[in-house]
């Protein structure tokens, strides 16, 4: 099980499982009515409650962005209340030509592109810390281009862990830049469904192939995969195991995170963030490019919506963190513009 660690320990956050290959047949993806974790905790989504992890450890390694001495003192005085953004990339080169993209890696449209600058004005009043995404260029492409509208300006820095060479290559050693950063965290367990056979194929001609009925069931049951694919609760197996693991203990410090990933990875997420049934997520629908907000408090998700823009008020009076937030841009706005 990957540790859940500190923004101290950032670079060293990307867990050895993060290393694993996509393998879609091991053992861990399980194809039956619940999840089997590769903890060994099994959970029928239907029943599933959030459980907040309590601590976090610290590792004393020498990271790539670890904080100051005063912002890690800082730290420690945050309530445990979160902010939790999750945006489903804007749409792809082969979401354009209507094909199965699955875990292709392909880049965005020019509309996929600003669908991300949208998702990111809207966003641009919430703080974040983190950013997860997955290992696909579409979803890292949408949370940088997000990040780039921020108000804080932040710059945000993908962390490599490919080997140990490019971990030490990749570290910044000036404090300064390190507190404008915000670290970047790639996870294959947030790739979107593997969709095997299917993936590269038109949607249409698939259908007019083998019958639209058996699309629909490969693409919106729960437990039946495509040839050689996943099924939606398989790909929820590794996406709610990550975020458990890796995410949810981030929340609980008083991290503010956003998850830049897919439709299925998040719908899994979602689906154990909202305690929805097996029904009601194969039915949930979110849009490319539209962000959501929950926040994370006493160890409960409130889900809040999207926040329409950077002029509207309501989404930042959900709590006094986020409406502070708020104040303290507008006031340094004011400063600079002075």
């Not at 939790?84 to 354009?96: A, K, Q």
Request: with cysteine.
């Amino acid at each position: 099980m990957a540790t859940a660690m500190s923004h101290q320990s950032i670079a060293s956050t990307i867990s050895q499982s993060s290393r694993e290959p996509l393998n879609v047949q091991t053992k861990r993806f399980k194809n039956n009515s619940s999840l089997s974790y590769h903890t060994s905790r099994k959970r029928n989504f239907s029943k599933i409650e959030a459980v907040a992890s309590q601590t976090s450890s610290v590792s004393s390694h020498n990271t790539l962005l670890s904080p100051s001495k005063n912002n890690i003192e800082h730290s420690k005085k945050k309530t445990n209340e979160a902010a939790l953004i999750l945006i489903r990339h804007g749409e792809s080169l082969w979401n354009e030509k209507n094909l199965f993209t699955g875990c292709v890696d392909v880049p965005l449209t020019e509309k996929g592109v600003e669908e991300a600058i949208e998702a990111g004005k809207r966003i641009s009043n919430i703080p974040v810390d983190i950013i997860f995404t997955s290992s696909l260029i579409r979803a890292q492409m949408t949370a940088m281009l997000a990040m780039i509208q921020h108000r804080r300006k932040k710059v945000p820095i993908i962390l490599h862990n490919e080997s140990e060479k490019a971990q030490t290559w990749s570290q910044v050693f000036s404090e300064e830049t390190k507190n404008q950063s915000i670290p970047v965290i790639p996870a294959w367990q947030l790739n979107e469904r593997m969709y095997g056979e299917l993936q590269g194929l038109n949607k249409q001609e698939t259908a007019e192939r083998y019958g639209k009925q058996q699309v629909h069931e490969w693409r919106r049951s729960y437990d039946i995969p495509p040839p050689k694919g996943e099924s939606l609760e398989m790909c929820a197996e590794r996406a709610v195991a990550y975020f458990e693991d890796n995410i949810e203990p981030k929340l609980a410090a008083g991290k503010n995170v956003m998850i830049a990933a897919h439709g299925n990875s998040l719908r899994s997420i979602i689906m154990y963030l909202d305690k929805l049934t097996c029904q009601e997520v194969i039915s949930l629908e979110l849009s490319t490019g539209i962000p959501l907000l929950y926040i994370f408090k006493d160890g409960k998700f409130m889900k809040r919506g999207s926040p329409v823009g950077p002029t509207e008020p309501g989404v930042y009076a959900y709590t006094k963190g986020l409406a502070q937030y708020r104040h303290n841009l507008d006031e340094n706005s004011e400063v600079v513009c002075s």
